[in-house]
């Protein structure tokens, strides 16, 4: 056999094995299904920030489900454990996402659903209401997000159109928990 024979086949026996480890690798990332396709989806870049009530009716550091949230979007097709994960105003304050301040008292966020983190009542955390950054950071401190707004009218949200994948907007009705409008 010739030697550049040989060497595509050795390249190819390569490319055939990289690709099962690859499939390997998503699969132990844990889904229900065996689809790889379904399953490549699962990775925390698409956990979105989606829409950002910065000033609330009342005062801002009110008790949830009063006070300022950040709503999160799945995009992925599967469940995902936001447990370690946290969000962060423009000076680093942040607020760990726990069963304290989520809208469901759940930290898991599932599939192609919304989690909503309420700073209820935190102390340095704030969203300032003539602009700031919001920053969401997965469990192993890198940030997978984030959205920089300006003026933020008193009751109303920054939401991005259409959920996920859209074009941030301002004065939008609240919609915490639920698909933006
Ligand atoms: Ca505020
Ligand atoms: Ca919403």
Redesign the pocket.
Known sequence: MPKIKVFFLAFIALLILGVSQTSADWLSIGTNSGNYFEVASVWPGNLKINEIM???LGA?SAPMPGG?WVEIYNMNAADIDLTGYSILDADSHYISITTANTLNASTIIPAHGFMVVFRNGAGGF????NG?TVRLRDNLGSDIDSFTYGI?TEGLSWSKLPDGIGIWQNDCPETPGTPNQ
Do not use: C, K, Q, R
Request: glycine share 0%; no cysteine.
């Open positions: 910065a000033n609330p801002d300022e704030s969203l300032n209401n700031d933020a």
